[in-house]
């Protein structure tokens, strides 16, 4: 029962999807333009850091490879997460609008139906671009095609919970819009960087509020080199991200259906 | 004696508004000590509706007309009294109710814009999980009945306003629901295409047997439509009955535009108070107690050289002030 | 009444212009400060993020085994950055978008027709939106800064020139904002532009790597380029100040600065007419 609900799900995930790039595709030349932008844009962004390594080769044992297949994970699971899931990034917009009205009339789960109505086209650049380097990353065997699959899905899950907690945060605070934002574009950022650099409280600042930690070093590593603990760890996180999320939406949908929230057109 | 579909009883809700402050320090003090403003929306309404009836529930502005249907639907949970939708209750079973009721909001389509209607009809047959035979068999016989056959793989954008609501309201028909909420759906058309629509609204109740809850802003629609109005203000129920009383007993006047050729010097006729005027136009409004259309027509006609008539009902605003004031004696 | 005696003295005109961007920018400003909660998180990440590269480079020159790369110690880069952070972070929301929307909505008709240039318009909502996410930014980087790398030695002359640096640089990212902005008269999205112009900003703008840490040949082409101009080169004259450095920078940024103005200008008109032809 359970799981015919969840692969109707999936099956409808991919009909939204199919139908918002289809649309998007009406505007060719935007479509292309967009998807060869952004992996433009990825480029310079590695480019960058490739001036970085030249002049500082080894970041306590962190190499240019490593930033390389960092960016494969990222990249990949970023797009993951905006071509299936780009309704997330308005998720607090929506909310603030009143505009789960909307999706509150359908038979369906609000939070997926907000979820998966966008896609973000550019995504497919960094799609691209990620599966390309990863194939530039190092030795390539079967068993890390694998790896980077399973591992590039629940980072891509547990990134997803991360925006759903910060946008929701609409619910109870009135204009969290920017915040969430902000708090996204620092995960974001943050994920990029030589990870062993970082020590102390920053560390832990990385493990916690901006999870920059399960979302890139510990996925790398393990792509790298599999260790079942590291593993459960990683589920481990994403089982708690997902409580989390599933909670704060909920309770805040109860809010909104109260109508008492804080800037929300009703 | 026909099945009750939806029934609401002494239904309230409140509003609990947080007064914001303006500039930096307001912000500050109000996130510490926040003030807060009680409205009650709606307060204190019960009403039942049976099955195929077509109802008009109207109201201005802000009087709890989108309050009360958003409680039906589910989307907000009431703060007093009960409600039932097909044997449902809209708040917690918002998502099993989903599946038999359908709404059109005039101002929020459902279509996908840039794609041809057809794919969003793919797409809804998926989501409320019809039976992909019936689903086809049901769009043909819809498609036929709306007259949207060459429209079907048009892009909506590409649409004219009055195709595209045909589209929506197919769109919210195909699950054969039971109830349809209805907002606004002749907004900004012109004459022939409301026409076109009320006739499919009005085909829609009689044939299918689908309960239609519509409001409208636009009297036409409700006098053509709706055999009985609920009127709502304050959030109070100050009308319920047969939309006839309301034309009766309420539409007193009606108001009428005259453009002329020649200066105006003179304009009386009993019954008629002038509400505006100009060197040459000149709008009247008609008690139609004291005197009838036509008579004025024929006294500006044999009066004066017409370049231009519109005739209009009062305006909603008024019937509804005009049913109070009578209500508060 | 001051409005009637302002238009019959002559010279009051100018007065009444600058009143008049004045108070555009004081809106622009009153609408980006309200929001106090954005306000805290905005402070947060440039905290975060002077952290990270605080631990960034203090590692990394310790692994090199050198206290100064490129005339810079790990203070002068961390206050570098930061500066330069602030200054390119303080101009969102793009300007470019804006434009584009203006553009793509038609209510460029509306702005076309006014009484005031349109360009100063859009100048005076550049500066009133960027001025108090700068003054924020700038006064908790600097905390951040001095507590986490102590104090850089700063001359008045440092500051000064760095100030003026600073002044053209900005004149030169609303320009080229501008021209992003502007080619929404010809196409359909101008999101790409925007993004390669970021990440211009990115790798030649010295927003995580200080061009000063570039390799040789590749420090000569980045300061010749318009990106390093914006903001990175007031950040760096005012960190180590040197008087050659700031007449090469002065003389590059005045070459782009004719340059952009001229393609706005240019761009503009052409897009107008663009505009009436078509029917908006």
Redesign the interface.
């Known amino acids: 029962m359970f799981l015919s609900t969840v692969v109707k799900y999936i099956s409808l995930t991919w009909e939204m999807t199919k139908l918002s790039i289809l649309s998007a595709m009406e505007?060719r030349?935007?479509f292309f333009?967009?998807v060869?932008?952004?992996f433009?844009?990825d480029i310079?962004?590695i480019?960058?850091w490739l001036?970085?390594f030249?002049?500082?080769p080894?970041?306590?044992g962190w190499q240019f490879q490593d930033t390389v297949m960092l960016f494969a994970l990222t990249t990949v699971n970023f797009a993951i997460v905006m071509i299936f899931a780009r309704g997330a990034f308005e998720l607090s917009r929506t909310i603030a609008r009143g505009e789960l009205d909307y999706y509150l009339s359908f038979p369906k789960n609000v939070l997926w139906h907000v979820l998966v109505s966008k896609t973000e086209i550019?995504a497919i650049g960094d799609l691209l671009f990620g599966l390309i380097i990863f194939f530039f990353s190092g030795n390539i065997s079967l068993e890390k095609i694998g790896l980077f699959v399973v591992i590039g899905i629940l980072t891509a899950l547990i990134f997803l919970n991360f925006i759903i907690i910060t946008q929701s945060i609409t619910f109870y605070?009135?204009?969290?819009e920017?915040?969430a934002e902000?708090?996204f574009?620092?995960l974001l950022?943050?994920a990029f960087?030589?990870q062993t650099?970082?020590?102390?409280a920053?560390k832990i600042?990385m493990l916690t509020i901006?999870p920059a930690f399960f979302i890139t070093t510990l996925p790398v590593q393990l792509i790298q080199k599999f260790n079942l603990q590291l593993f459960l760890i990683l589920i481990g996180f994403w089982i708690f991200t997902t409580i989390i999320a599933t909670v704060i939406f909920k309770r805040g949908l109860r809010r909104y259906e109260s109508g008492n929230l804080i800037n929300v057109k009703m | 004696m026909s099945k009750i579909v939806i029934e609401v009883k002494n239904l309230s809700k409140d509003f609990k508004i947080k007064q914001k402050s303006e500039?930096?320090f307001g912000?500050?003090s109000s996130?510490f000590n926040p003030q807060y403003k009680y409205v009650k929306a709606v307060d204190d309404i019960s009403f039942s509706v049976e099955e195929g009836e077509l109802l008009a529930f109207i109201g201005p502005n802000g009087a709890g007309k989108s309050t009360t249907i958003k409680m039906l639907t589910g989307i907000l949970f009431p703060t007093g009294g009960k409600m039932k939708v097909l044997d449902f209750n809209p708040s917690s079973d918002r998502q099993k109710l989903a599946y038999h009721i359908g709404s059109v909001f005039g101002q929020k389509p459902q279509l996908w814009y840039h794609l041809p209607p057809i794919d969003t009809y793919n797409l809804f047959s998926r989501i409320y999980e019809l039976n992909p035979k019936e689903y086809l068999e049901r769009l043909d016989f819809l498609v036929e009945q709306f007259e949207i056959k060459d429209l079907l793989k048009t892009s909506v954008r590409k649409l004219s306003l009055g195709q595209r609501m045909r589209c929506e309201i197919v769109a919210s028909l195909l699950h054969k629901p039971k109830i349809i909420f209805l907002d606004e759906p002749t907004i900004g058309l012109d004459v022939i295409a409301k026409q076109h629509i009320r006739e499919v609204i009005k085909y829609l109740n009689e044939k299918e047997k689908v309960t239609i809850f519509l409001t409208s802003h636009d009297a036409g629609d409700i006098e053509t439509l709706a055999k009985r109005t609920i009127v709502i203000n304050h959030g109070k129920m100050i009308f319920d009955d047969i939309t006839e009383k309301l034309k009766k007993n309420y539409i007193k006047t009606k108001v009428v535009e005259l453009v002329v050729e020649n200066p105006i010097k003179n304009f009386e006729f009993e019954g008629g108070k002038i509400v505006e005027r100009t060197k040459y136009s000149l709008k009247i409004e008609l008690d139609i107690a004291k005197n009838s259309i036509d008579k004025l027509l024929n006294y500006a006609m044999g009066n004066f050289v017409i370049k231009d008539i519109n005739i209009f009902d009062p305006p909603m605003e008024e019937i509804i002030a005009d049913i109070y004031r009578e209500q508060k004696i | 009444m001051s409005e009637v005696k302002i238009l019959q003295n002559g010279s009051g005109l100018i007065w009444y212009k600058f009143l008049k961007y004045f108070e555009i920018a004081k809106v622009n400003y009153?609408n980006s400060?309200?929001?106090?909660?954005?306000l805290?998180?905005?402070s947060?990440?440039v905290v975060?993020?002077i952290?990270?590269f605080t631990?960034?480079y203090k590692?990394?020159y310790s692994?090199?085994g050198v206290s100064e790369?490129g005339g810079l110690t790990v203070a002068m880069v961390i206050w570098n950055l930061m500066m330069t952070q602030s200054f390119q972070t303080a101009t969102k929301p793009q300007l470019s978008k804006l434009i584009d929307e203006e553009v793509k909505s038609g209510t460029l008709a509306y702005s076309v027709n006014r009484p005031y240039s349109y360009i100063l318009f859009h100048f005076s909502g550049f500066v009133g939106r960027s001025v108090p996410n700068l003054l924020i930014n700038l006064f908790i980087g600097s905390l951040v800064a001095f507590v986490l790398v102590g104090p850089i030695g700063l001359s008045w002359e440092a500051l000064a020139f760095g100030v003026i640096l600073f002044f053209f640089g900005y004149i030169l990212d609303f320009f080229v904002s501008l021209i992003i902005g502007l080619t929404a008269f010809w196409?359909?999205?101008t999101?790409?532009?925007t993004?390669?112009y970021s990440?211009?900003q990115?790798?030649f703008g010295g927003l995580?790597?200080p061009i000063a840490?570039?390799?040789d040949y590749?420090q000569k082409i980045a300061e010749l380029l318009p990106f390093s101009q914006m903001y990175y080169s007031a950040a760096r004259l005012i960190v180590h100040f040197e008087l050659s450095l700031f007449l090469q920078y002065f003389a590059t940024q005045l070459v782009w600065i004719l340059f952009f103005g001229l393609v706005a200008y240019y761009l503009f008109n052409k897009g107008i007419k663009h505009v009436s032809v078509n029917g908006g």
């Open positions: 505007y030349v935007s333009v967009q060869f932008g952004m433009v844009n310079a962004f480019v960058m001036i970085f030249q002049k500082f080894s970041i306590n550019s605070v009135g204009n969290f920017e915040a902000q708090m574009h620092a950022g943050f960087y030589p650099a970082f020590y102390g920053l600042v901006i | 500039g930096f912000g500050l996130a | 009153f400060a309200t929001y106090f909660v954005n805290i998180s905005r947060a990440m975060i993020r952290w990270i631990q960034l590692v990394s692994i090199a790369i196409v359909e999205d999101s790409a532009f993004w390669i990440k211009g990115l790798v995580i790597l840490l570039f390799p590749l």
